[in-house]
């Protein structure tokens, strides 16, 4: 079933909280040192032989500091540093590669960063060929090989390079068209820079183009993203990502660099939002959920339809439940019941790698029940509903008693307008879709914690 939104903006107002995102369950800040590099081997020995694959490779470094970014990035013009990084990222490769050799073929790859395009096209071709030496690759038409790009680091040319190198999805960061918010927010990018890496990618044969907006930026207001949402919706990508900007500086220095006195009010943010969701729908794309929209017939939309949706660190995805491994500083793998985090800086990452051992900085081994309440939480992010009987047949378990305590705050959140709670399972309603969170926060044992709680407030943005 394709899904469809209701925006009530007193609903949202009232039941707005901080919460996670829920990109993986349990959320990262459970992470803990105590899980190492021998259990990450261990955790990979231990899978399904034959098994497919999603690869992830994170590549830090950025030519400029975006003021709103919360990513693990490195400014520098130094591309000396992108050859020893390099240096560095193969040799995890192939030490990941004998781990999982017994695996089947990559199905899902994703270059995310900081700018993965900060690579020339040589590095980018000579990466993308030691990748294929040490995994084997599904088809073109099989896999999905994305690449998130920046349009100031890129031209035609390049473009149907990454082609030919194998990437056949394309996302494209443009935040907002407005000239003034680009210049608040230090990423001046004009309009037909963006046409052309579109226009390009078209041409080159990609089969999906990506674009991702941001709500909230400062001098931002209903004015600048209905002209934004105009040139957006002309410009007709497959996919649409509209974010929503966190401010918290405390977090992120860089965002210290933006001012509070130009930030939209909280009015005029959740008036964007219901705007976005308007267009968007009237122009024919489908809600996936979260910050998600998508063309009927793209992957996304089909996937959600026959319900193989699946929610990972890169977001929302057609490939459900694959063990992914990711490669490079920052990077997280879920692999066999297990999460690990690569170490976030440079030096401890090379140092790691100079000691001859996977730089696995902290994890997390996840027990029977998170297991079962990640299943949950998928379930609700990907497809808006639960149905009892399937989880107790699945996870055998007796619903109604081992959830007791979760069904009495369902029944509140019932009560809202959220959902609708029934014998066998629950239903979100059109207006709780776009407060998922609040939902799957119920099933989250180790929200609300004490020692948790802390770290809430200073790291989780509001759920809308």
Not at 19 to 30: E, I, V
Not at 167 to 185: K, M, P, T, Y
Not at 196 to 215: H, K, M, T
Not at 302 to 322: D, M, P
């Amino acid at each position: 079933m394709q899904h469809t939104v209701d925006f009530d903006p007193e609903l949202i107002s009232r039941m707005s909280q901080r919460g996670p995102r829920y990109t993986s369950y349990p959320t990262a800040d459970r992470f803990n040192s105590g899980f190492s590099a021998i259990d990450f081997a261990a955790a990979a020995w231990g899978g399904v032989p034959g098994r497919a694959l999603s690869l992830y490779v994170h590549v830090p470094f950025c030519e400029s500091l975006c003021y709103y970014c919360a990513c693990n990035k490195i400014i520098t013009h130094d591309r000396s540093k992108a050859a020893k990084y390099l240096g560095y990222l193969v040799r995890e490769v192939d030490m990941q590669a004998s781990l999982f050799a017994a695996c089947g073929p990559v199905e899902q790859l994703h270059f995310g960063g900081g700018t993965p395009t900060y690579l020339s096209d040589a590095q980018m071709g000579a990466l993308m060929d030691f990748l294929r030496s040490r995994f084997e690759f599904a088809g073109d038409e099989d896999g999905e090989y994305s690449i998130e790009i920046d349009p100031r680091t890129v031209d035609a040319k390049r473009i149907h390079s990454l082609r030919a190198q194998g990437f056949n999805r394309l996302s494209l960061g443009v935040q907002d068209f407005d000239e003034n918010v680009q210049r608040a927010v230090n990423r001046v990018q004009p309009e037909a820079m963006t046409r052309d890496a579109i226009a390009a990618a078209r041409a080159a044969g990609f089969r999906s183009v990506s674009i991702d907006l941001i709500y909230g930026l400062p001098l931002q207001n209903l004015s600048t993203m209905a002209q934004t949402l105009d040139k957006v919706i002309e410009a007709d990508p497959d996919r649409i990502s509209v974010y929503n900007y966190a401010h918290m500086p405390q977090m992120f220095k860089s965002q210290k660099l933006i001012r509070d006195e130009d930030l939209p009010d909280a009015a005029t943010k959740l008036a964007m939002l219901g705007l976005c969701i308007e267009r968007l729908c009237a122009a024919g794309y489908v809600y996936i959920g979260m910050d998600h929209f998508a063309r009927p017939d793209d992957e996304l939309a089909l996937a959600q339809s026959n319900g193989t949706l699946h929610r990972n660190f890169q977001g929302y995805s057609t490939h459900a439940a694959i063990d992914t491994v990711a490669c490079g500083v920052s990077a997280i793998s879920a692999v066999n019941g297990t999460y690990s985090q690569n170490e976030k800086s440079l030096e401890a990452y090379y140092s790691r790698l100079d000691e001859g051992v996977l730089p696995v900085a902290r994890g997390f081994r996840l027990s029977a029940d998170d297991l079962a309440r990640r299943h949950i939480i998928q379930q609700l992010m990907c497809n808006f509903e639960l149905d009892f009987g399937a989880l107790e047949q699945r996870w055998g378990i007796d619903f109604s008693a081992g959830f007791a305590a979760e069904l009495a705050q369902l029944a509140a959140l019932g009560a809202e307008g959220l959902l609708e709670l029934r014998d066998d399972g629950l239903q979100v309603s059109r207006k709780g879709r776009l407060l998922i969170r609040n939902v799957c926060m119920v099933f989250d044992k180790y929200f609300g914690t004490p020692e948790a709680v802390p770290l809430q407030r200073l790291r989780y943005s509001r759920t809308i």
